[in-house]
C-alpha cells in the first residue's frame, strides 16, 4: 500500500510491540496529482505520547536494528520525529519539503509534513514517496496504484500472547489515504468523494489483517489535459 506511510507505521508498530507499549497509533497521507506532471504529498503521523517518550529512549534497541539489517526501515522510522532528517530524507532535485510541524495535544504527539514534486516519474523512482506506480494506459489515460511492500509483521511468527499484544497496541488504529486526481476518476478501488477525489481507510477495530495483507489500492483517472 504505502512505503513511506505504512510501511514506516508498521515498522513503528513492531518496535512498540518489541518494547511493551500500547495506544493507538494514527496515519493520514493525503496526495494531490496535478496536470503538469508534478504532486503535493502530505502526511499527518499521531502517536500517544507515552508511546512517544518510550521510542525516545530506544535508542539502543533502534541501533540493534540497525547492525541487523535493519536500517533503511529504521531510518524511514527517525525522520517523523527529527525535522532535519525529515528534510534531507526529503530532499533532491524533484522533491522539496515545504512545511514540518510537531504539535501536542490531549496527550498525543502529532506531525504534519508537506512535500511538493516537481516531477512525480522521477521522484517515485527515489522510492522516498512510497511503493506508488503512475503508468499511462493503452487508450492514454493513467493509473496510479501502490502496493504494500513485505513488512518484520508480515513474516513475524507471533505468539498468541504477542498476537493479544499486537491486537491491543492497534486498538483504535486507522489508516487513511486521500487521493486527488487532476481529471475525472475513470475507475478506482477506493470510496470516491467525487470525480476527482478518492480515499481509502483502513480501521484496526473492523479488520486488522490488513497489517499482514496487500489491500487494492488503484485509481484509474482521464488522460485528457494531463501530462506525467
Given at each position: 500500500m504505502i512505503n513511506a506511510t505504512t510501511k514506516t507505521l508498521l515498522t513503528l508498530l513492531t518496535l512498540l510491540l518489541l518494547l511493551g507499549a500500547t495506544g493507538c497509533i494514527e496515519m493520514e497521507q493525503r496526495i494531490l496529482?496535478?496536470?503538469?506532471?508534478?504532486?503535493?504529498?502530505?502526511?499527518?503521523?499521531?502517536?500517544?505520547?507515552?508511546?512517544?517518550?518510550?521510542?525516545?529512549?530506544?535508542?539502543?534497541?533502534?541501533?540493534?536494528?540497525?547492525?541487523?539489517?535493519?536500517?533503511?526501515?529504521?531510518?524511514d522510522l527517525n525522520w517523523i520525529f527529527n525535522e532535519k532528517l525529515a528534510r534531507k530524507y526529503f530532499?533532491?532535485?524533484?522533491?522539496?519539503?515545504?512545511?514540518?510541524?510537531?504539535?501536542?495535544?490531549?496527550?498525543?504527539?502529532?506531525?504534519?509534513?508537506?512535500?511538493?514534486?516537481?516531477?512525480l516519474r522521477r521522484a517515485l523512482r527515489t522510492g522516498k514517496l512510497?511503493?506508488?506506480?503512475?503508468?499511462?494506459?493503452?487508450?492514454?489515460n493513467y493509473r496510479f496504484s501502490a502496493e504494500l511492500v513485505r513488512t518484520q509483521l508480515m513474516d513475524a511468527n507471533l505468539s498468541k500472547e504477542d498476537t493479544e499484544l499486537l491486537r491491543e497496541i492497534t486498538r483504535g488504529m486507522v489508516i487513511q489515504l486521500y487521493v486527488q486526481t487532476p481529471s475525472r476518476i475513470l475507475d478506482t478501488?477506493?470510496?470516491?468523494?467525487?470525480?476527482?477525489?478518492?480515499?481509502?481507510?483502513?480501521?484496526?477495530?473492523?479488520?486488522?489483517?490488513?497489517?499482514?495483507?496487500?489491500?487494492?489500492?488503484?485509481?484509474?483517472?482521464?488522460?485528457?489535459?494531463?501530462?506525467?
Open positions: 496529482l496535478r496536470a503538469d506532471g508534478g504532486a503535493e504529498f502530505g502526511f499527518h503521523y499521531s502517536i500517544p505520547m507515552d508511546s512517544y517518550e518510550l521510542l525516545q529512549e530506544s535508542q539502543a534497541i533502534i541501533q540493534d536494528w540497525q547492525d541487523q539489517g535493519a536500517g533503511n526501515a529504521m531510518k530532499s533532491g532535485e524533484n522533491i522539496r519539503l515545504r512545511h514540518y510541524w510537531i504539535t501536542e495535544k490531549e496527550g498525543r504527539r502529532h506531525v504534519r509534513l508537506i512535500c511538493e514534486v516537481r516531477n512510497g511503493d506508488f506506480r503512475l503508468v499511462k494506459t493503452k487508450d492514454g478501488s477506493g470510496a470516491q468523494l467525487d470525480g476527482r477525489r478518492v480515499v481509502w481507510r483502513f480501521d484496526a477495530d473492523e479488520d486488522w489483517w490488513f497489517l499482514f495483507e496487500s489491500p487494492k489500492v488503484f485509481v484509474t483517472f482521464s488522460g485528457d489535459g494531463v501530462e506525467f
